[in-house]
Nanobody, 123 residues
């Protein structure tokens, strides 16, 4: 069992930055691929970024590539999402999730989910 708790969301102006954190419980954190997803009002949850077990593999949605960076610290059981050059369309609830399937973008492979943190970008 893995429990995930996100933090770091908030209100920021367009062009600003935020760093999200996701703290995981359990001793097997390093065996999970970790992803970030987001869901805006009235829209489906969408993939944002994923990082593999060791941090050596990362994938990003085209909409965030070059602006967001995912990283992890296995010693602290934490995954991060650094978000720069934020846009109003980045406004959403951001969720972190854990998968045993490595660095996958497939929503259905993620077994554990956090409760989400709100990110609001004003224009």
């Amino acid at each position: 069992q893995v429990q995930l708790v996100e933090s770091g969301g908030g209100l920021v102006q367009a062009g600003g930055s935020l760093r999200l954190s996701c703290a995981a419980s359990g001793r097997t954190f390093s065996s999970f691929g970790m992803g970030w997803f987001r869901q805006a009002p009235g829209k489906e949850r969408e993939f944002v970024a994923v990082i593999g077990w060791t941090g050596g593999i990362t994938y990003y949605a085209d909409s965030v590539k070059g602006r967001f960076t995912i990283s992890r610290d296995n010693g602290k059981n934490t995954v991060y999402l650094q978000m720069n050059s934020l846009k109003p369309e980045d406004t959403a609830v951001y969720y972190c999730a854990a998968t045993r399937s490595g660095a996958t973008t497939l929503y259905r492979t993620y077994e554990y989910w956090g409760q989400g943190t709100q990110v609001t970008v004003s224009s």
